[in-house]
């Protein structure tokens, strides 16, 4: 085994999981290292722990000379000292990794507008690379071993998720150009650098562990430190308060199997707030700013000072100060010089002060979780409250979460600022390990095999870890023939369809995923053709997927209607037990 070869230990570099948290204002980024079982935030080339999710080239590119970027802070006062008629806001990298996505099927913009575009889908990628290369840094590692997972927004559009994986992936590769040479990018063209997207709901859920409790971690997590002593069998249901800059996001997850110890989280609601973004708080505190610098100065108390960009960026970068040291000590001063005109800002906030400001939108916040709480949770419920983003480490914030869920468990201590990042790099820690199964063990399984063990070298030293020997989806259904018999265990053989084609809607489960394998997918159900004598097709079903493409049906899925749109989990258990669950209903085993 390889684990067990020191030879071939001292010839595979470790691959460095990462995690990308890009968030709508801030990103973050974390890692495991080899020697470590826990992620660990990188911090920046200024040591701050977040940056500035925002890129723009550094001059006009020009034709055969390489475009320099630069990020964060920088590049917000290069575009405000420049003159862009842009606003900054506009160079946002998640804004741009949608746009990157949407273009590739626009086909009718015009050349100025084309390369405006490849601008920006240039820059994304390059803050994506700079990222990835703090990561290297930090650990020693050459870019070629590193493998990525990257946060999207809960329930973001096909267009987020495509954009994202491509311009990090296309920034991943340009590093590895840059430091490795253009040999080792062609090399490493064909590999999958970038593992995948996990939203930030469930990046919240795997860096508190919530998907890997135990009952026999009752006794060490049973949320003490923060004054509760809710058990981990008795949680049915799961919040996930995400509170940044965009908005307050609130997602309501229903453990499925709770008494388990591979619990299934399901989706019940996820519900976008903008009115009480966290921007929104920083307006509010920058104008409270301005009130008081037209106190002190009357003879601009007609004038609108934030109309100079200068002016405006310096007031809200001190409210953000301002905002972190309030939920520190009861007490701030804001000093900026020559602000305006040459004239200084000198002015004191008090925590009272800042509360009573952001009073409106806390009551705002506080009605929409109430009215949450309220649709999604049954009476009796214990539930998890988990929160995430900058405005949830406001003392304010906090104080209310534990008013309104004075019960809960409240995780694990996490900062909520990092538990995204966190979350993504063990998501990425644990698609790693997959993959080093599934090349241990070679593409496929033979039926009958059973779940094979497998010794790797993990972060932990050489361990046991079951992965799934089978690959399992969702197909169609289509002729008469089948519908009117016994479908279940039916073999769909690719060499006797008489040119039918089972049409596969998703893949769930693939071949060397870790078990417990806990995947959820929205499908839809193709329109009926009204124009064949027989239906298209006639049902959904479960089934195993062989690599020569035949096709086993486990179960089926009845009652559908054409273009339904359904929500359906399935878990695949270490002891082999499937378990399907359409819509968050009941659990049933096959």
């Known amino acids: 085994m390889a684990s067990s070869s020191d030879a071939n230990n001292a010839t595979t570099p470790y691959l460095l999981p990462v995690g990308i948290d890009l968030g709508s204002l801030n990103s973050r980024i974390a890692i495991i290292r080899e020697d470590s079982a826990e992620a660990q935030i990188i911090p920046n080339t200024q040591g701050q722990h977040f940056t500035h999710a925002i890129s723009t080239p550094e001059s006009e590119p020009e034709n055969g000379k390489k475009t320099e970027f630069i990020y964060g802070d920088a ?66 590692v050459k870019p070629s071993t590193l493998r990525v997972v990257v946060s999207v927004p809960n329930g973001g559009s096909p267009d987020v998720i495509k954009g994202v994986l491509k311009c990090c992936d296309a920034g991943v590769k340009g ?24 939203s930030d709901a469930a990046a919240v859920c795997v860096a508190h562990g919530l998907t890997k409790l135990t009952k026999t971690e ?14 981990f069998p008795n949680r049915k249901r799961c919040l996930v308060i995400d509170w940044g800059n965009s908005g307050l996001n609130l997602t309501w997850l229903s453990i499925l199997n709770a008494d388990d110890t591979a619990p299934l989280l399901h989706t019940v609601e996820t519900t976008h707030h903008a009115n ?45 100060d301002a905002v972190k040291t309030l939920s520190q000590t009861n007490t701030t001063a804001v000093f900026i010089d020559g602000v ?10 008090t925590r009272a002060r800042w509360e009573m400001l952001c009073g409106p939108m806390l009551r705002l916040a506080e009605a929409a979780l109430r009215g949450v709480y309220k649709r999604c949770c049954r009476e009796g419920d214990e539930v998890v409250v988990l929160t995430a983003g900058s405005v949830c480490q406001m003392p304010c914030v906090v104080a209310m979460v534990k008013r309104l869920f004075p019960n809960a468990w409240r995780g694990k201590g996490i900062a909520p600022e990092e538990c995204v990042a966190i979350g993504c790099a063990l ?9 080093a199964m599934l090349k241990e063990r070679g593409v496929g399984a033979e039926e009958g095999k059973g779940q094979e063990k ?6 932990l030293g050489e361990v046991e870890v079951p992965v799934s020997p089978v690959a399992i989806g969702i197909i169609l259904l289509t002729t008469d023939e089948i519908y009117n018999t016994d479908s279940d265990h039916l073999l769909l053989s690719s060499s006797e369809q008489n040119g039918t084609e089972h049409k596969l809607l998703s893949t769930f489960i693939h071949f060397g ?25 006639s049902r959904v079903a479960i089934a195993q997927l062989f690599q020569n493409n035949d096709k086993r049906v486990i179960g089926t899925i009845d009652g559908l209607t054409d273009s339904e749109q359904i929500e359906v989990t399935l878990e695949l258990a270490v002891d082999g037990k499937l378990t399907m669950a359409v819509n968050g209903d009941e659990c049933l085993t096959m």
């Not at 490795?180 to 999958?192: P, V």
């Not at 305006?340 to 906030?349: E, I, M, R, V």
Request: aromatic share 4%; hydrophobic share 35%; proline share 3%.
């Open 218 to 231: 009752e006794t060490t997590t049973n949320g003490s430190a923060n004054g509760n002593h809710a058990t």
């Open 340 to 349: 305006f005109d040459g004239l200084d800002l000198n002015a004191s906030l």
């Open 75 to 140: 590049a917000q006062r290069h575009l405000i000292r420049s003159g862009s008629q842009e606003r900054p806001e506009e160079y946002l990298v998640r804004k741009m990794c949608r746009q990157a996505a949407s273009d590739d099927d626009d086909n009718g913009s015009n050349g100025d507008d084309d390369g405006a575009r490849t601008v920006k889908e240039s820059s994304a990628g390059a803050f994506l690379g700079h990222l990835t290369e703090l990561a290297c840094d930090a650990s020693a």
């Open 513 to 537: 995923m870790p078990l417990p394998a806990n995947v959820s997918k929205v499908i839809t159900c193709p329109k009926l053709d009204t124009n064949q004598e027989s239906p298209s097709w």
């Open 427 to 435: 998501q990425a820690k644990a698609c790693l390990e997959g993959c």
């Open 276 to 320: 009480c973004s966290g921007e929104k708080i920083l307006s509010t505190l920058v104008q409270h700013l301005v009130t008081a610098f037209k106190t002190k100065h009357r003879a601009y108390r007609n004038e609108n000072i934030l109309a100079s960009k200068k002016t405006a960026f310096k007031l809200h970068n001190a409210a953000k």
């Open 454 to 459: 497998l010794q790797i070298m993990d972060t």
């Open 175 to 198: 590093l590895i150009a840059s430091k490795e040479g253009k040999r080792k990018k062609k090399e490493m063209a064909k590999e999958d650098l970038v593992l995948g997207v996990i």
